[in-house]
């Protein structure tokens, strides 16, 4: 199974792919974290996260997907042209998964990514019509979106984004896996016992 690549930047959103990232841990996916450095970056919950790589080290035939976290102010990410130059070199490559939520999908703008995509995301109006690089014409009205090897979403639908990104990589999961407590439970279903393969 080809590894993950989570791409960070500074305020970006780890709560909008943890879900993912969990499905992916459940399923022996590994990721591995990218950024423009090495430095720490700051999530905009506050979290610090060390990068395992810069975008020099990736080697494309090691991953099947890249994945981009929505970002607080975009501001910063999107003048990184190192953020741009990594996913400039997807602009033809449908071979690999992209997947991005909320406000992210203005770095694939910028890098020419939407220009042949269906998206969603959750761009101000606003912010639609002052960067001219995004796509308007290819933007849905949608919470998530899939276009070939493309997933876009809206912040607020980051478990249907979790479940269709994990889909396009191979991952059998069913629609409900993160619809939250839907039922009345028994103590016998809430009691837990070590596995098999827990133990190994």
């Known amino acids: 199974m080809r590894k993950g690549a989570v791409v960070v930047y500074p305020q970006f959103s780890m709560q909008e792919i943890s879900c993912l990232t969990e499905l992916f841990k459940f399923y022996g996916k590994e990721i591995t974290v990218f950024a ?12 610090t996260i060390l990068p395992h790589k810069t975008f020099s080290d990736f080697q494309r035939d090691e991953y099947d997907c890249i994945i981009l976290p929505g970002i607080w102010d975009f501001r910063e990410a999107l003048e990184d042209n190192k953020n741009i130059g990594f996913l400039r070199q997807f602009v033809n490559d449908n071979d690999i998964i992209i997947a991005s939520i909320s406000s992210s999908p203005i770095l694939l703008a910028k890098a020419g990514i939407l220009d042949n995509h269906k998206y969603c995301g959750g761009l101000f109006e606003e912010v639609i019509d002052e960067y001219d690089f995004i ?3 290819n933007l849905v009205r949608k919470p998530v979106c899939v276009d070939t090897n493309l997933v876009t979403a809206i912040g607020f639908a980051f478990r249907e984004f979790a479940v269709e990104t994990a889909r396009k990589v191979g991952i059998d999961c069913k629609d409900n896996i993160f619809s939250g407590v839907t039922k ?3 103590e016998e279903e809430l009691t837990f016992h070590f596995s098999a393969d827990f133990e190994e």
């Open 135 to 137: 796509p308007r014409k």
């Open 184 to 186: 009345e439970y028994s």
């Open 36 to 47: 423009s450095s090495l430095k720490p970056v700051n999530s905009e919950d506050g979290f």
